[in-house]
Structure formats: C-alpha cells, structure tokens
C-alpha cells in the first residue's frame, strides 16, 4: 500500500520523560515509530511542542510519508499536563495538523488497555486514576496529581509510609518491620525523613513502595494497612463509576496489579490483563475519531 495516498493514523503518547509516536495505515498496521524528549504541557510547552513535532517528523521520514501528507492524518496526543480543554486547544493549535485530538494520558491509557471492549481500569503506578469505558463513553476519577490525589499510588503508598515512621517514632504506635526498615533508610534520624519530604518528586516516594508491597505480603500489620487503605480508595472510586463485581476490570502500573490478592473473589474473577498500552490507545482513539464514533467525557 502506498502509504503517501491512504490514510493515516497517528498516536502519541508524552509525559514528562519523554514522548512516543506511532504511524498506522486505517487497518492499524504500525508504518513507523519513533521516540522523543520530554512532551508534559504543564512543565514546558515550548520544549513538548518541539519534541512532539520533531519525533512526528523522524516517524513520518521512518515511513516514507511527506510533511504534507501528515496534515492528511487522524492524529490523537495523549499528554501528561492537559489539565483543562483549553491546554488541549492551545496545544492542538500549536501543531500544524489539522485533524488533531488532545488529551491528557488517562484516555489513551484507558483505550489501550481495554481494547476495544467495556469495562473498568484502575491505572496506577507513581501516580493513579480509576476510569470506566462503555459503549465509546469514558469516564474519569481521580489523577489530580500528588499533592491533592493519586490516592493508592507509588508515590502515595511512600508518602504514607513515612508518616507511619514518624508517628512510630514519636511512640504514637509500634514499630513493625516496615517502619524499621524504612528508618534505617534514613540513618536512624527522622530529620532526614523531613528533609526527604520537603524536596522530594513522586517518583522518589514511589521508590518507597516496593517496601510496603513486600511487607504486606509478608503479613506485616503496617503494610497490610496501607494497601488496605489504598484498596479501599480504589474500590470507592469504581462504585462512584458504577462498577460492580464480576465486571471487566484491568489493573496496571507498577503497583495496580499489586491490588489484585486484596479485592475480594467476585471482583478478582472480571480481573484482565491488559490489552496494550497509552500509544495503543492513542491509536484507536485516532481511528474512532475518522469513524466519528468517539466521546471523550
């Protein structure tokens, strides 16, 4: 197929470590892909704009397509940073592509972990968010980043940890292994522990919590608590999008399929593995999009 006459589609999926694009004929056939810098809008428009555009461009060369013709293609952007329709606009109309989505990354990761099929996602990595895709309507809660929400998260399920070690350490409640452990991490000294929370990113607290997860399958009572506590913010945010047992539901990121043991059996048997991820999804929301058949909520 000559790829310079039929259409095209393309996905990208960016965050703040770097940006992925896909070009697809309509049948989903991947033409070329390509990788770039950092592409959070938040953070640094100007420099996700260059690399989106530039890692476009490698794709579309990779291809043997024209910059011309990639004004021809169905394009859907899933960025880390689109907080608000109106970044999305901003961020639409700084490309020079005319049949151009954003989004932020919750609907590409949904789309490209569910498929095509309904059902229920709870993604949830450094950061989290719980979301729900039926008959091409997405729905979304949570993910409002770490300093308000990502309740069950990495970064959270560190966060939360170290709160625990202070208040053992005050005699508050008993030390378990847990708080021990995550102590001698920081030289015996709770100042560190502070000096750790004033400067730190999500991502250093995520790094915390492999720590809870192996106590927690260690029966430690702290750790069993904490991802108790998180089990509990995530089957909240699935009844509010109308889950109930036995329904589809996917669990990703580092620490969502960590969740699975702890929900009881009616909800561990709709459990799936996911499809594909946030630049497959990019992909089909491109191609719903040229069928006109998609709603994004």
Known sequence: MNSECAPLLIGVDGGGSGCRVRLCDTALVTLAESKGGPA???TDRPIAIANITKAMSEAAALAGVSQETL??????LGLAGVMSPGIAIEVAQALP???ITVTDDRPTTLAGALGGQDGFLAAVGTGSFIAVQCNGHHAFVGGWGFQLSDQASAAWLGRRLLEQVLL????????????????TRFNQNPNDIVTFGTSSKPSDFGALAPLVVNAMRA???IGLSLMTEGLAYLTSGLETLGFQPGDRLCLTGGVGPQYATLFPKEVQSGI???AGNALDGAIRL?????????NIL
């Open 97 to 99: 592509y005319p049949n």
């Open 168 to 183: 053992c350490h005050d005699g508050m409640i008993p030390h378990s292994d847990l708080t021990l452990t995550a102590l």
């Open 40 to 42: 959070n809008v938040t």
């Open 286 to 294: 491109a191609a719903a999009q040229m069928k006109g058949r998609t």
């Open 71 to 76: 004004t021809t293609a169905q394009i859907h």
């Open 219 to 221: 029966g430690d009572p």
């Open 272 to 274: 799936v593995p996911a």
